[in-house]
Protein backbone atom coordinates (compact mmCIF):
# COMPACT_ATOMS: atom_id res chain seq x y z
CA UNK A 1 0.00 0.00 0.00
CA UNK A 2 2.92 2.30 0.94
CA UNK A 3 4.44 1.16 -2.19
CA UNK A 4 1.32 2.66 -4.15
CA UNK A 5 0.82 5.86 -2.43
CA UNK A 6 4.22 7.17 -2.83
CA UNK A 7 3.74 7.77 -6.82
CA UNK A 8 0.49 9.06 -6.22
CA UNK A 9 1.93 11.99 -3.78
CA UNK A 10 4.89 12.08 -6.17
CA UNK A 11 1.96 13.10 -8.49
CA UNK A 12 0.45 15.75 -6.62
CA UNK A 13 3.33 17.61 -6.08
CA UNK A 14 4.64 17.65 -9.84
CA UNK A 15 0.88 18.90 -10.54
CA UNK A 16 0.73 21.54 -8.32
CA UNK A 17 4.42 22.54 -8.85
CA UNK A 18 3.30 22.64 -12.36
CA UNK A 19 0.57 24.89 -11.62
CA UNK A 20 2.66 27.63 -9.54
CA UNK A 21 4.60 27.26 -12.53
CA UNK A 22 2.42 28.04 -15.24
CA UNK A 23 0.13 30.46 -12.59
CA UNK A 24 3.37 32.56 -11.59
CA UNK A 25 4.43 33.80 -15.27
CA UNK A 26 0.80 34.44 -16.42
CA UNK A 27 0.34 36.88 -13.67
CA UNK A 28 3.88 39.20 -14.96
CA UNK A 29 2.84 39.17 -18.25
CA UNK A 30 1.61 42.97 -18.17
CA UNK A 31 5.10 44.15 -16.53
CA UNK A 32 7.67 43.32 -19.68
CA UNK A 33 4.40 45.44 -21.71
CA UNK A 34 4.19 48.08 -19.40
CA UNK A 35 8.04 48.40 -18.45
CA UNK A 36 8.95 48.59 -21.93
CA UNK A 37 6.29 51.41 -22.45
CA UNK A 38 7.34 53.50 -19.53
CA UNK A 39 10.88 53.26 -21.35
CA UNK A 40 9.72 54.56 -24.25
CA UNK A 41 8.00 57.43 -22.62
CA UNK A 42 10.81 58.20 -20.65
CA UNK A 43 13.28 58.67 -23.23
CA UNK A 44 10.42 60.46 -24.94
CA UNK A 45 10.30 62.57 -22.09
CA UNK A 46 13.54 63.46 -21.67
CA UNK A 47 13.79 64.05 -24.98
CA UNK A 48 11.44 67.00 -25.00
CA UNK A 49 13.31 68.15 -21.65
CA UNK A 50 16.31 68.65 -23.92
CA UNK A 51 14.39 70.28 -26.61
CA UNK A 52 13.33 73.04 -23.63
CA UNK A 53 9.60 71.61 -23.94
CA UNK A 54 9.49 71.02 -19.88
CA UNK A 55 5.64 71.35 -20.24
CA UNK A 56 5.50 68.25 -22.34
CA UNK A 57 7.95 65.96 -20.91
CA UNK A 58 5.84 66.71 -17.80
CA UNK A 59 2.87 65.55 -19.33
CA UNK A 60 4.47 62.28 -20.57
CA UNK A 61 6.24 61.66 -17.36
CA UNK A 62 2.65 61.13 -16.21
CA UNK A 63 1.68 59.67 -18.75
CA UNK A 64 4.18 56.71 -17.46
CA UNK A 65 3.04 57.07 -14.11
CA UNK A 66 -0.79 56.47 -15.64
CA UNK A 67 0.54 52.99 -17.16
CA UNK A 68 2.80 51.82 -13.69
CA UNK A 69 -0.56 52.41 -11.85
CA UNK A 70 -2.66 50.58 -14.12
CA UNK A 71 -0.12 47.44 -14.44
CA UNK A 72 0.10 47.77 -11.08
CA UNK A 73 4.16 47.77 -10.32
CA UNK A 74 4.00 51.38 -8.62
CA UNK A 75 6.70 50.54 -6.18
CA UNK A 76 9.01 48.70 -9.37
CA UNK A 77 11.98 50.28 -9.65
CA UNK A 78 11.08 51.61 -12.83
CA UNK A 79 8.61 54.19 -11.51
CA UNK A 80 11.23 55.45 -8.92
CA UNK A 81 12.92 56.68 -12.21
CA UNK A 82 10.19 57.86 -13.79
CA UNK A 83 9.41 59.92 -10.07
CA UNK A 84 13.20 61.05 -10.40
CA UNK A 85 13.03 62.18 -13.84
CA UNK A 86 9.86 64.04 -13.05
CA UNK A 87 11.64 65.35 -10.09
CA UNK A 88 14.39 66.84 -12.83
CA UNK A 89 11.60 68.37 -14.96
CA UNK A 90 10.39 70.27 -12.11
CA UNK A 91 13.56 71.38 -10.59
CA UNK A 92 15.83 72.27 -13.79
CA UNK A 93 12.58 72.65 -16.24
CA UNK A 94 9.94 73.86 -15.10
CA UNK A 95 11.44 75.85 -11.62
CA UNK A 96 9.04 74.63 -9.39
CA UNK A 97 11.66 72.48 -6.44
CA UNK A 98 8.80 71.90 -3.75
CA UNK A 99 7.14 70.01 -6.33
CA UNK A 100 10.70 68.32 -7.52
CA UNK A 101 11.21 67.50 -3.84
CA UNK A 102 8.07 65.67 -3.82
CA UNK A 103 8.76 63.65 -6.82
CA UNK A 104 12.52 63.02 -5.44
CA UNK A 105 10.89 61.68 -2.39
CA UNK A 106 8.24 59.60 -4.73
CA UNK A 107 11.31 57.98 -6.11
CA UNK A 108 13.02 57.56 -2.70
CA UNK A 109 10.70 55.88 -1.00
CA UNK A 110 10.50 52.85 -3.91
CA UNK A 111 14.61 53.22 -4.43
CA UNK A 112 16.55 54.40 -1.49
CA UNK A 113 19.81 53.93 -3.74
CA UNK A 114 18.37 55.67 -6.52
CA UNK A 115 20.70 58.48 -8.25
CA UNK A 116 20.51 61.33 -11.04
CA UNK A 117 22.44 60.76 -14.49
CA UNK A 118 25.38 62.68 -14.97
CA UNK A 119 23.88 64.35 -17.78
CA UNK A 120 21.52 66.05 -15.82
CA UNK A 121 23.12 66.12 -12.07
CA UNK A 122 23.48 69.39 -10.37
CA UNK A 123 25.01 70.17 -7.04
CA UNK A 124 21.68 71.84 -5.85
CA UNK A 125 19.48 68.99 -7.35
CA UNK A 126 21.69 66.53 -5.82
CA UNK A 127 21.01 68.00 -2.31
CA UNK A 128 17.69 68.08 -2.70
CA UNK A 129 17.37 64.48 -3.86
CA UNK A 130 19.50 63.88 -0.64
CA UNK A 131 16.92 65.42 1.60
CA UNK A 132 14.46 63.55 -0.28
CA UNK A 133 16.09 60.67 0.76
CA UNK A 134 16.33 61.48 4.33
CA UNK A 135 13.20 62.02 4.68
CA UNK A 136 11.78 59.00 2.95
CA UNK A 137 14.79 56.82 5.58
CA UNK A 138 13.11 58.58 8.53
CA UNK A 139 9.76 57.98 7.75
CA UNK A 140 9.64 54.62 6.99
CA UNK A 141 7.00 52.93 4.28
CA UNK A 142 5.08 56.20 3.62
CA UNK A 143 4.18 54.73 0.68
CA UNK A 144 0.99 52.75 2.25
CA UNK A 145 0.49 50.68 -1.15
CA UNK A 146 -1.02 51.00 -3.79
CA UNK A 147 -0.84 54.94 -3.06
CA UNK A 148 -0.64 56.52 -7.14
CA UNK A 149 2.54 58.54 -5.59
CA UNK A 150 3.05 61.70 -4.15
CA UNK A 151 2.15 60.60 -0.01
CA UNK A 152 4.19 63.50 1.76
CA UNK A 153 2.36 62.72 4.85
CA UNK A 154 2.49 58.77 6.13
CA UNK A 155 1.61 55.58 5.35
CA UNK A 156 -1.87 53.60 6.68
CA UNK A 157 -0.52 52.72 9.71
CA UNK A 158 -4.42 52.20 11.02
CA UNK A 159 -7.79 53.21 10.99
CA UNK A 160 -8.82 51.40 7.55
CA UNK A 161 -10.38 52.80 4.93
CA UNK A 162 -10.68 56.87 4.70
CA UNK A 163 -12.00 56.86 0.72
CA UNK A 164 -15.75 57.05 0.56
CA UNK A 165 -17.62 56.80 4.00
CA UNK A 166 -17.40 60.06 6.04
CA UNK A 167 -19.20 58.97 8.76
CA UNK A 168 -16.38 55.80 8.98
CA UNK A 169 -15.48 54.83 12.32
CA UNK A 170 -11.31 56.12 12.28
CA UNK A 171 -9.29 55.56 15.53
CA UNK A 172 -7.66 59.38 15.67
CA UNK A 173 -4.98 59.02 17.55
CA UNK A 174 -3.19 56.35 15.43
CA UNK A 175 -3.45 58.54 12.36
CA UNK A 176 -0.32 60.19 11.45
CA UNK A 177 0.22 62.63 8.19
CA UNK A 178 -2.47 62.47 5.64
CA UNK A 179 -4.93 59.05 5.43
CA UNK A 180 -6.89 58.49 2.38
CA UNK A 181 -7.81 55.30 0.54
CA UNK A 182 -7.41 56.00 -3.30
CA UNK A 183 -10.11 55.61 -5.48
CA UNK A 184 -9.62 54.42 -9.31
CA UNK A 185 -13.29 54.69 -10.58
CA UNK A 186 -16.19 57.36 -11.01
CA UNK A 187 -19.46 57.65 -12.69
CA UNK A 188 -19.53 59.96 -15.63
CA UNK A 189 -21.19 63.39 -14.29
CA UNK A 190 -22.31 63.03 -11.17
CA UNK A 191 -20.20 64.23 -7.98
CA UNK A 192 -17.66 62.55 -6.19
CA UNK A 193 -17.30 62.20 -2.39
CA UNK A 194 -14.10 61.22 -0.73
CA UNK A 195 -12.98 61.64 2.76
CA UNK A 196 -9.49 62.00 4.35
CA UNK A 197 -8.16 61.68 7.97
CA UNK A 198 -5.45 63.99 8.85
CA UNK A 199 -3.53 63.18 11.87
CA UNK A 200 -2.68 65.07 14.58
CA UNK A 201 0.82 65.95 13.33
CA UNK A 202 -0.45 68.13 10.89
CA UNK A 203 -2.46 70.65 12.39
CA UNK A 204 -3.59 72.34 9.18
CA UNK A 205 -5.57 75.40 8.63
CA UNK A 206 -7.10 74.02 5.41
CA UNK A 207 -7.44 70.44 3.76
CA UNK A 208 -8.55 70.60 0.03
CA UNK A 209 -8.96 67.90 -2.71
CA UNK A 210 -7.17 69.20 -5.46
CA UNK A 211 -8.91 67.85 -8.49
CA UNK A 212 -7.44 68.36 -12.48
CA UNK A 213 -9.90 67.14 -15.69
CA UNK A 214 -8.42 65.96 -18.54
CA UNK A 215 -7.39 68.80 -20.54
CA UNK A 216 -6.79 71.07 -17.62
CA UNK A 217 -3.20 72.58 -17.10
CA UNK A 218 -3.81 73.67 -13.18
CA UNK A 219 -5.18 72.19 -10.12
CA UNK A 220 -8.41 73.29 -8.83
CA UNK A 221 -9.58 73.25 -5.17
CA UNK A 222 -12.39 71.90 -3.69
CA UNK A 223 -12.31 72.65 0.33
CA UNK A 224 -12.73 69.68 2.33
CA UNK A 225 -14.88 69.78 5.80
CA UNK A 226 -14.31 68.67 9.19
CA UNK A 227 -16.66 66.08 9.99
CA UNK A 228 -15.25 64.66 13.29
CA UNK A 229 -12.41 64.19 15.15
CA UNK A 230 -9.87 64.31 12.45
CA UNK A 231 -11.81 62.88 9.07
CA UNK A 232 -12.60 65.57 6.64
CA UNK A 233 -14.98 65.32 3.59
CA UNK A 234 -15.47 66.84 0.29
CA UNK A 235 -16.37 66.19 -3.53
CA UNK A 236 -15.06 66.72 -6.79
CA UNK A 237 -17.84 68.63 -8.47
CA UNK A 238 -19.90 66.70 -11.38
CA UNK A 239 -18.69 68.77 -14.07
CA UNK A 240 -15.39 68.01 -13.46
CA UNK A 241 -16.67 64.46 -14.15
CA UNK A 242 -17.79 64.44 -17.92
CA UNK A 243 -14.48 63.29 -19.43
CA UNK A 244 -12.66 59.86 -18.89
CA UNK A 245 -9.62 60.93 -16.07
CA UNK A 246 -9.72 63.16 -13.22
CA UNK A 247 -6.10 63.42 -11.42
CA UNK A 248 -6.64 64.70 -7.84
CA UNK A 249 -4.57 64.47 -4.50
CA UNK A 250 -5.41 65.27 -0.91
CA UNK A 251 -3.75 68.41 0.36
CA UNK A 252 -3.23 69.63 3.36
CA UNK A 253 -2.48 73.59 4.26
CA UNK A 254 -0.75 75.49 6.53
CA UNK A 255 -2.01 79.46 7.71
CA UNK A 256 0.36 80.87 5.02
CA UNK A 257 -1.27 78.76 2.50
CA UNK A 258 2.06 76.33 2.40
CA UNK A 259 1.52 72.83 1.81
CA UNK A 260 2.42 70.70 4.78
CA UNK A 261 1.09 67.23 4.13
CA UNK A 262 -1.06 64.95 0.89
CA UNK A 263 -1.71 62.11 -0.50
CA UNK A 264 -0.61 62.24 -4.18
CA UNK A 265 0.85 65.38 -5.46
CA UNK A 266 0.76 68.13 -8.02
CA UNK A 267 3.51 65.82 -9.88
CA UNK A 268 2.24 62.15 -9.20
CA UNK A 269 -1.56 63.29 -8.78
CA UNK A 270 -3.91 60.17 -8.11
CA UNK A 271 -5.88 59.08 -11.15
CA UNK A 272 -9.63 58.26 -11.53
CA UNK A 273 -11.14 56.61 -14.54
CA UNK A 274 -14.52 58.53 -15.47
CA UNK A 275 -17.13 54.98 -16.57
CA UNK A 276 -20.82 55.31 -17.23
CA UNK A 277 -23.05 57.22 -18.77
CA UNK A 278 -21.69 59.74 -21.52
CA UNK A 279 -23.08 63.88 -20.52
CA UNK A 280 -24.24 65.08 -23.63
CA UNK A 281 -22.17 66.46 -25.71
CA UNK A 282 -19.43 64.22 -24.12
CA UNK A 283 -16.29 63.07 -26.66
CA UNK A 284 -12.85 62.66 -26.69
CA UNK A 285 -10.99 65.63 -24.85
CA UNK A 286 -7.75 66.75 -25.10
CA UNK A 287 -5.26 63.80 -25.22
CA UNK A 288 -2.50 66.43 -23.97
CA UNK A 289 -2.56 65.65 -20.39
CA UNK A 290 -2.05 61.89 -19.33
CA UNK A 291 -3.81 59.86 -21.43
CA UNK A 292 -4.58 56.38 -19.95
CA UNK A 293 -4.46 54.31 -23.60
CA UNK A 294 -1.71 55.76 -24.72
CA UNK A 295 -4.24 57.31 -28.36
CA UNK A 296 -6.62 57.09 -30.00
CA UNK A 297 -9.70 56.35 -27.49
CA UNK A 298 -12.14 54.62 -27.63
CA UNK A 299 -15.97 55.41 -28.41
CA UNK A 300 -17.37 57.85 -30.89
CA UNK A 301 -15.69 61.13 -32.41
CA UNK A 302 -12.10 62.20 -32.84
CA UNK A 303 -9.60 62.87 -29.94
CA UNK A 304 -7.90 66.33 -29.39
CA UNK A 305 -9.03 69.23 -28.17
CA UNK A 306 -12.01 70.57 -30.02
CA UNK A 307 -11.66 74.08 -28.53
CA UNK A 308 -7.61 73.94 -29.90
CA UNK A 309 -6.99 76.07 -26.90
CA UNK A 310 -3.41 74.67 -26.54
CA UNK A 311 -1.81 74.57 -29.99
CA UNK A 312 -1.38 70.98 -30.29
CA UNK A 313 -1.75 69.23 -33.11
CA UNK A 314 -4.87 67.03 -32.94
CA UNK A 315 -6.05 63.06 -31.92
CA UNK A 316 -4.88 59.82 -31.85
CA UNK A 317 -1.26 58.57 -30.37
CA UNK A 318 2.30 59.74 -31.24
CA UNK A 319 4.07 62.87 -29.82
CA UNK A 320 2.04 66.37 -29.64
CA UNK A 321 3.63 68.94 -31.62
CA UNK A 322 4.11 72.33 -29.79
CA UNK A 323 4.18 75.31 -31.50
CA UNK A 324 7.93 76.24 -32.23
CA UNK A 325 7.67 79.31 -34.56
CA UNK A 326 4.98 82.02 -34.52
CA UNK A 327 3.81 84.90 -36.58
CA UNK A 328 2.02 88.13 -35.46
CA UNK A 329 0.23 90.63 -37.66
CA UNK A 330 -0.37 93.82 -35.01
CA UNK A 331 -1.55 97.46 -35.10
CA UNK A 332 -1.87 100.28 -33.11
CA UNK A 333 -2.13 104.03 -32.01
CA UNK A 334 -0.52 105.89 -29.80
CA UNK A 335 2.07 109.22 -28.79
CA UNK A 336 4.78 110.35 -27.15
CA UNK A 337 6.35 112.39 -24.66
CA UNK A 338 8.78 114.54 -26.98
CA UNK A 339 11.10 117.36 -26.89
CA UNK A 340 13.85 119.02 -28.96
CA UNK A 341 13.02 120.63 -32.07
CA UNK A 342 10.58 120.16 -34.77
CA UNK A 343 12.10 117.99 -37.94
CA UNK A 344 10.98 120.24 -41.09
CA UNK A 345 10.78 123.75 -39.49
CA UNK A 346 13.30 123.42 -36.41
CA UNK A 347 10.85 124.84 -33.67
CA UNK A 348 11.58 124.30 -30.38
CA UNK A 349 9.22 121.52 -29.30
CA UNK A 350 6.86 123.66 -26.33
CA UNK A 351 4.47 120.86 -26.27
CA UNK A 352 5.11 117.60 -24.18
CA UNK A 353 2.71 114.90 -25.68
CA UNK A 354 2.59 114.55 -29.87
CA UNK A 355 0.26 111.81 -31.24
CA UNK A 356 1.05 109.19 -33.99
CA UNK A 357 -2.33 107.53 -34.58
CA UNK A 358 -1.78 104.64 -36.81
CA UNK A 359 1.33 102.16 -36.85
CA UNK A 360 1.64 98.31 -38.24
CA UNK A 361 3.87 96.29 -36.32
CA UNK A 362 4.76 93.00 -38.46
CA UNK A 363 6.95 90.09 -35.75
CA UNK A 364 8.43 86.35 -36.26
CA UNK A 365 10.12 84.68 -34.14
CA UNK A 366 10.96 81.13 -32.55
CA UNK A 367 10.08 79.53 -28.71
CA UNK A 368 13.38 78.78 -26.31
CA UNK A 369 11.08 77.59 -24.34
CA UNK A 370 7.02 77.11 -23.52
CA UNK A 371 7.12 80.07 -21.70
CA UNK A 372 9.87 82.62 -23.80
CA UNK A 373 9.99 83.54 -27.18
CA UNK A 374 13.06 85.20 -29.05
CA UNK A 375 11.57 87.27 -31.91
CA UNK A 376 12.09 89.87 -34.77
CA UNK A 377 9.63 92.64 -35.32
CA UNK A 378 9.15 95.64 -38.04
CA UNK A 379 7.15 99.02 -36.64
CA UNK A 380 6.23 101.30 -39.33
CA UNK A 381 4.66 104.63 -38.49
CA UNK A 382 2.12 107.29 -40.35
CA UNK A 383 2.23 110.43 -39.19
CA UNK A 384 -1.13 111.27 -40.32
CA UNK A 385 -1.86 115.05 -39.89
CA UNK A 386 1.43 116.41 -40.82
CA UNK A 387 1.03 118.72 -43.32
CA UNK A 388 4.38 120.71 -43.91
CA UNK A 389 5.85 120.70 -47.45
CA UNK A 390 7.70 117.76 -47.67
CA UNK A 391 7.49 115.80 -44.99
CA UNK A 392 7.96 112.70 -44.34
CA UNK A 393 5.23 109.70 -44.68
CA UNK A 394 6.57 106.78 -42.39
CA UNK A 395 8.90 106.20 -39.89
CA UNK A 396 10.59 102.52 -39.97
CA UNK A 397 12.68 100.92 -37.84
CA UNK A 398 12.71 97.40 -36.08
CA UNK A 399 13.43 95.61 -32.53
CA UNK A 400 15.10 92.16 -31.75
CA UNK A 401 12.47 91.29 -28.49
CA UNK A 402 12.17 88.88 -25.78
CA UNK A 403 9.04 87.62 -24.75
CA UNK A 404 7.90 85.95 -21.60
CA UNK A 405 4.43 84.31 -20.52
CA UNK A 406 3.86 83.35 -16.89
CA UNK A 407 1.72 80.80 -17.67
CA UNK A 408 3.52 77.37 -17.90
CA UNK A 409 2.37 76.66 -21.38
CA UNK A 410 2.44 79.95 -22.79
CA UNK A 411 -0.39 82.19 -23.05
CA UNK A 412 -2.23 84.42 -20.87
CA UNK A 413 -0.26 87.64 -19.23
CA UNK A 414 2.98 88.43 -20.70
CA UNK A 415 5.81 90.77 -20.57
CA UNK A 416 7.92 91.88 -23.24
CA UNK A 417 11.59 93.82 -23.73
CA UNK A 418 13.67 94.65 -26.61
CA UNK A 419 16.03 97.01 -28.24
CA UNK A 420 16.44 98.30 -31.54
CA UNK A 421 16.49 101.36 -34.13
CA UNK A 422 14.69 103.59 -36.26
CA UNK A 423 12.39 106.45 -36.32
CA UNK A 424 9.53 107.81 -35.17
CA UNK A 425 7.47 110.47 -36.06
CA UNK A 426 4.72 112.21 -34.09
CA UNK A 427 2.96 114.75 -35.21
CA UNK A 428 3.08 118.67 -33.41
CA UNK A 429 1.00 121.96 -33.73
CA UNK A 430 2.67 124.72 -34.23
CA UNK A 431 2.46 127.71 -32.25
CA UNK A 432 1.67 131.63 -33.92
CA UNK A 433 1.14 130.15 -37.52
CA UNK A 434 -1.54 131.89 -39.35
CA UNK A 435 -1.91 129.46 -42.10
CA UNK A 436 -3.91 126.39 -41.01
CA UNK A 437 -2.72 124.26 -43.88
CA UNK A 438 0.81 124.28 -42.50
CA UNK A 439 0.84 124.21 -39.00
CA UNK A 440 1.58 120.44 -38.27
CA UNK A 441 5.43 119.36 -38.03
CA UNK A 442 6.95 116.10 -36.90
CA UNK A 443 8.57 115.52 -34.00
CA UNK A 444 11.52 112.43 -34.18
CA UNK A 445 12.00 110.37 -32.04
CA UNK A 446 15.49 108.07 -31.93
CA UNK A 447 17.68 106.71 -33.56
CA UNK A 448 18.33 103.99 -30.90
CA UNK A 449 15.12 101.83 -29.22
CA UNK A 450 14.25 100.29 -25.68
CA UNK A 451 11.11 98.92 -25.63
CA UNK A 452 9.61 97.12 -22.71
CA UNK A 453 5.89 95.99 -22.64
CA UNK A 454 3.21 93.76 -20.92
CA UNK A 455 0.15 92.04 -22.76
CA UNK A 456 -2.29 89.28 -22.71
CA UNK A 457 -2.39 86.62 -25.30
CA UNK A 458 -6.09 85.41 -25.62
CA UNK A 459 -6.12 81.49 -27.04
CA UNK A 460 -8.31 81.09 -30.17
CA UNK A 461 -7.41 77.53 -31.40
CA UNK A 462 -5.98 76.24 -33.96
CA UNK A 463 -2.44 78.01 -33.50
CA UNK A 464 -4.15 81.29 -33.44
CA UNK A 465 -4.27 83.37 -30.69
CA UNK A 466 -6.03 87.42 -30.04
CA UNK A 467 -2.62 89.62 -28.69
CA UNK A 468 -3.33 93.10 -26.34
CA UNK A 469 -0.14 94.70 -25.73
CA UNK A 470 0.78 97.82 -24.14
CA UNK A 471 4.16 98.90 -25.10
CA UNK A 472 6.72 102.18 -23.99
CA UNK A 473 9.58 102.53 -26.69
CA UNK A 474 12.17 104.81 -25.50
CA UNK A 475 13.60 106.93 -28.16
CA UNK A 476 17.70 107.78 -27.55
CA UNK A 477 19.46 110.38 -30.32
CA UNK A 478 22.93 108.70 -29.71
CA UNK A 479 23.41 111.21 -33.44
CA UNK A 480 21.41 114.34 -33.54
CA UNK A 481 20.66 114.10 -37.27
CA UNK A 482 19.65 111.07 -39.80
CA UNK A 483 20.22 112.76 -43.52
CA UNK A 484 17.86 116.05 -42.86
CA UNK A 485 16.08 114.68 -39.65
CA UNK A 486 16.39 116.40 -36.37
CA UNK A 487 15.95 113.71 -33.78
CA UNK A 488 15.48 113.61 -30.27
CA UNK A 489 14.65 112.31 -27.35
CA UNK A 490 11.30 110.84 -26.21
CA UNK A 491 8.98 108.26 -24.81
CA UNK A 492 6.15 106.59 -27.41
CA UNK A 493 3.80 104.88 -25.39
CA UNK A 494 1.74 102.23 -28.02
CA UNK A 495 -1.37 100.59 -27.77
CA UNK A 496 -1.65 97.30 -29.85
CA UNK A 497 -4.24 94.63 -30.67
CA UNK A 498 -3.30 91.78 -33.46
CA UNK A 499 -3.22 88.18 -34.46
CA UNK A 500 -0.73 85.68 -33.43
CA UNK A 501 -0.35 82.41 -36.04
CA UNK A 502 1.53 79.53 -34.53
CA UNK A 503 3.13 76.39 -36.25
Not at 18 to 44: F, H, N, Y
Request: proline share 4%; net charge negative.
Amino acid sequence: MSARRVPVLAAAVAALLLLLGVSAPRSAQADPKAKKDIEQKMTQAMENYDLLEYEEARKILNQALTIAKKAKIESDPITAKVHLRLGIVYFAGLQDPESAKLSFLNAAEIDKSIALDKAYATPEMQKLLAEAKAEAGGSGDTGGGDTGGGDTGGGDTGGGDTGGDPALAIDCAAVTGVQHTIIEEATRGKPLAMTAAVGADVQPAKVAIMYRPRGATDFTEAKMALSGECVFGGAIPNDALSGDVVHYYIAAFNQAGKLIASKGSAGSPNIIEVTGRVAAGGGGGDDDDNPLGGGGGGGGGGGGDPSGGDDRGGGGGGKAKRNTVFIALVAGSGGGLVSGETEQQGNAVKCCFAPQLVHVMPEIGFYLSPQTALSVAGRIGFPIGANIMGHATAAPGGMVRITHWFAPTGGGLHVVGGLGGGIMRDTIKLEGVADETMDTDIVAIGPAWIDVGAGYTAQLGGGLALLAQLNAIVGIPVVSEVGSSKLNFGVHIDANLGIVLGF
